[in-house]
């Protein structure tokens, strides 16, 4: 979608549409209220600084539907379709690699009572599985940071695929 489209859909649909790239309430409704962007970077630099005072509500409120990693997505929609796409490299992985993944994603939600939650998009099962691993080692603090600034990158990741900026057609 053109970024000139995005500025001129309805309360309702742009918030649908932010809602993928992050399900917080209040980050929708400041991206959706800060229309127009005069470019995509406005709108990235934008969606960034909203998303700076994130805590533990508001990722817990983006990760209620979200899928495990490589778990598979039988759900339908946006983020849905989101989250199969920047999960695809688990479609690869060995069953070495899978099993560990589950019991990783079992043991994370036991110590932090929340989905495992990586940018997935561009890295592969062993690396994700690594961090996983790694991050068991954090304490609550630390790991809600790191699953906020992972959050942060989906985001935004979700938005600069989700919009191109009219200035980029010209030309």
Do not use: C, K
Not at 32 to 38: K, L, S
Not at 104 to 113: L, P
Request: net charge negative.
């Amino acid at each position: 979608m053109q970024l000139s489209e995005f500025n001129a859909l309805s309360a309702d649909r742009a918030a649908e549409l932010v809602g993928v790239w992050a399900n917080v309430p209040g980050w929708v409704t400041a991206i959706v209220e800060g229309r127009p962007y005069p470019d995509l970077d406005a709108l990235a630099v934008a969606a960034r600084q909203a998303a700076a005072g994130w805590q533990a509500d508001e990722l817990d409120a983006a990760l209620a539907d979200h899928p495990r990693i490589g778990q598979r997505v039988e759900t339908s929609g946006a983020q849905a379709e989101a989250s199969r796409r920047e999960q695809a490299s688990m479609a690869t992985a060995d069953d070495a690699v899978s099993t560990a993944m589950a019991a990783g994603n079992a043991a994370y939600e036991q110590r932090f009572g929340r989905v495992f939650l990586i940018r997935a998009a561009g890295r592969g099962p062993q690396e994700m599985l690594d961090e996983l691993h790694r991050r068991l080692g954090n304490d609550a603090e630390a790991e809600t940071a790191e699953a906020v600034g992972q959050l942060t990158e989906i985001a935004l990741l979700r938005l600069r695929t989700a919009i191109t900026d009219d200035r980029a057609q010209i030309g």
